[in-house]
């Protein structure tokens, strides 16, 4: 099969935003020419250039007439560069969302191989002049050259493609272990995009050794050209220290199994593309080019055109697009604008949220709380945690000095006096909540905006203390504050528009994503998660081992078990989470009374000095164990079918008493506050996969086409 050939690509491709091949040739200081290649899909920065089929076949040609004009003598080198900020953003995903069957799917794949694979074929040198962002193949167009430098400035350099439920398809994943072994290679591959798509700059990327050179930025292209001419002249030798010897590839398949185990330990074996990602990487260490990339093709056509990348492209979808403009917004309704904050408190949380507070917002912001030892405590613990961020890099020695002198800490509400925000961080108990309301309203200006960080209390309830009630807003983070990137927004019965404004106005310039919830017992997350965190609690008091019980919530696809969440959270935060609920809704939470017992007790699991989970403490599994004759144990699979239909009837209640307006919001939670994997986008696509949204309410949350092919 030739390029051409690809007809149903054509159609397919119909849309795309076409990525230019423009050729111009500069002639090298030592003598010759070369041709220089820009990507450039002809708008701003805003929209990165990508690869889709037409630009794929129009590089395709390009390069066919420099091979032609190489053999001739009439160019000594090529190199490939990208529009400002941008070398390339990978394939066009609107287009690979859009395959219609795994045969398309493995047109694509092998389109990118054809295509990418003429850098390694063109008679002299080629280079890659790396001068921005690079991911997937953009990356992978890199890879396929002979050389690669980066900017000092360029970010964005990766290879994302397993956090979207794919694989490096057109050459990443056999080229990169081969250029810097497996095991830097899976940090790539694998490890980066497990931890939330991390990505590297061009120093990063050099020091891995996916680069040879690191040229600065204000100067790159022409270094980059001089760079290029010395080592077409023999002027300059690359040396590729990571290159692996003959010791890393005799321990190939030990690094791939280690981390197989690894992968499988932190996320489960639902999610199908690490592992597809792991077998490749093993399969790099031996065999043609052409073996391994037919392997990459399969893979790449299997998941391109499978349940979890549909999933995964709806749950991009949200984060990209539905989550810069939150459903529910007041239109119309201008935010407040902010001078000075104010925190109620000054523990952990509190110190969290002033920090961020003053890092993103740049005002002033004050903390309080009952005695002088422990504001000073909170001060300190900032000044700390800036510090830490000082020595990691993260922020400059400028920032840091401003971040510093913008908070302060004092044991008087006075301070709080011409502060526009005030966010409360105490004791999650409605009436140590209300006091200290009832108290700063005193002292407050009447137009300021109160917020509670309250993560399952009643919003209305806490405003019934209050003169103007309409001031206060749910502004619910979750921890650690500032990673997570999910806020719940939190509108009362009498919340007003301004203050729901101000919150989301304040929430995007926290650099957060925001979702409008109504005034429910645990808004979004919380809800849901109680809900699995009951089940699980109610299974092992019927007699169900904890191994069973996990076994059987493994394929819902949360980042943990249940009992490992309960352990994160903390075993009495869980109880108290579990009793919220019960006392909403008791015919349908189950209560954390046996979870007491256990949070006396202190731990659930067992762990080795590394902390990775060996087990079940027998004592916590003891204190929830029911009598022989009590005792009704289930197998996994009843507990899967259990923990499925408890979700699919709590999603759809959600959506009858209007939590929340849409499905979308529901996942765009889950996805953000709870670690949800892409793969899976979000509980709703899961539920109509499984059968359980058919089961539970004889409908569906989406049309088909969302969810793609049955996953069972």
């Known amino acids: 099969m030739t390029i051409a050939e690809n007809d149903q690509l054509t ?13 111009k040739h500069v002639a090298l200081p030592s003598g ?18 990508t690869l889709g089929p037409r630009t794929l076949r129009e590089l395709s040609d390009v390069l066919d007439s420099l091979r032609a004009a190489a053999s001739k003598g009439e160019v000594q080198a090529v190199a490939v560069t990208g529009k400002e900020y941008c070398f390339a953003a990978g394939a066009d995903l609107s287009q690979a969302s859009s395959v219609p069957s795994r045969e398309v799917a493995h047109d694509l794949a092998a389109l990118g191989h054809a295509t990418l694979r003429k850098f390694s074929d063109l008679g002299v040198p080629s280079f890659a002049f790396v001068n921005g962002i690079a991911l997937g193949g953009g990356l992978e167009v890199a890879l396929h050259c002979t050389y690669r430098v980066f900017s000092s400035a360029a970010q964005g350099i990766g290879l994302p493609e397993v956090f979207l439920g794919i694989i490096p398809g057109w050459g990443g994943a056999t080229l990169l272990p081969r250029l810097i072994g497996p095991e830097k290679a899976l940090r790539v591959i694998v490890e980066n995009p497990l931890k939330n798509n991390r990505l590297m700059d061009g120093a990063a990327a050099v020091d891995l050794g996916i680069g040879d050179a690191l040229i600065p930025s204000v100067t790159f292209l022409p270094s980059a050209v001089a760079w290029a001419d010395g080592v ?18 005799a321990a190939w ?17 639902v999610p199908k593309s690490p592992f597809r990602a792991l077998d490749l990487v093993a399969a790099a260490k031996s065999g043609s080019l052409d073996e391994r990339f037919a392997g990459e093709d399969d893979a790449l056509a299997d998941l391109l055109s499978g349940d979890q990348f549909a999933a995964s492209m709806y749950a991009f979808d949200l984060v990209q697009k539905r989550a810069k403009r939150p459903v529910g917004a007041p239109e119309g309704v201008e935010a407040k604008k902010i001078t000075k904050v104010g925190v109620l408190g000054a523990g952990l949380m509190a110190s969290q949220f002033a920090l961020l507070f003053a890092r993103r917002l740049g005002v002033p912001v004050v903390i309080t709380d009952v005695s002088q030892e422990r504001v000073d405590a909170g001060v300190a613990r ?23 002198a913008l908070v302060s800490g004092s044991v008087s509400y006075d301070a709080f006096a011409d502060a526009d925000w005030v966010i409360e961080a105490v004791f999650e108990e409605m009436s140590v909540k209300q006091d200290v309301f009832r108290k700063i309203e005193q002292v407050i200006a009447p137009d300021a905006i109160l917020a509670t960080n309250t993560s399952s209390l009643s919003v209305d309830e806490m405003a019934s203390v209050l003169q103007h009630p309409e001031r206060l807003v749910g502004f619910h983070f979750f921890n650690p504050v500032a990673v997570m990137p999910l806020l719940e927004v939190v509108r009362a019965s009498q919340t007003s528009d301004e203050a729901v404004a101000t ?15 109504a005034d429910q017992p645990g808004f979004v997350v919380n ?23 996990a076994e059987g919530a493994a394929p819902l696809g949360l980042p943990m078990s249940p009992f490992e969440l309960l352990e994160l959270v903390g075993l009495p935060v869980g109880a108290h989470v579990l009793d919220s609920h019960h006392a909403a809704w008791p015919e349908r939470f ?31 599994v003891k204190l929830v164990a029911p009598s022989k004759k009590d005792a009704a144990p289930v197998d996994a699979a009843e507990m899967q079918r259990r923990f499925e239909d408890a979700l699919a009837d709590e999603v759809h209640r959600m959506l009858e008493d209007e939590v929340v307006q849409h499905v979308e919001e529901i996942d765009l939670g889950l996805i953000l506050g709870a670690g949800y994997p892409f793969q899976a986008g979000g509980i709703s696509p899961y539920l109509d996969r499984s059968g359980a949204s058919e089961r539970v309410f004889g409908g569906a949350f989406h049309e088909p086409r969302i969810v793609g092919p049955a996953s069972r």
């Open 232 to 249: 077409v002249a023999g002027r300059t030798k690359v040396v590729r220290k990571n290159e692996p010897g003959m010791l890393e590839k």
């Open 11 to 23: 159609a397919l491709s119909k849309d795309e935003v076409v990525t230019h091949s423009y050729v």
């Open 527 to 549: 809800r849901v998660l109680a809900r699995v965190l009951g089940e699980a609690m109610r299974g092992v008091e019927e007699g169900t081992p904890f191994e069973t019980v």
């Open 253 to 269: 398949g030990t690094v791939v199994k280690v981390a197989r185990s690894q992968v499988a330990s932190k996320i489960g074996t």
């Open 590 to 620: 189950y209560p954390g009374d046996g979870l007491k017992r256990i949070a006396e007790h202190g731990t659930i699991l067992t762990r080795d000095k590394k902390g990775s989970v060996t087990g079940y403490d027998p004592a916590a």
């Open 503 to 517: 919150a989301l106005a304040v929430a995007k310039t926290l650099k957060k994503t925001a979702i409008v919830t």
């Open 382 to 404: 900032i000044r700390q945690s800036v510090e830490e961020m000082l020595a990691k890099g993260r922020v400059s020695q400028d920032d840091a000095n401003r971040i510093t």
């Open 32 to 49: 010759g020419t070369l041709a220089l290649i820009t990507l450039d899909n002809g708008k701003d920065y805003k929209r990165p250039s």
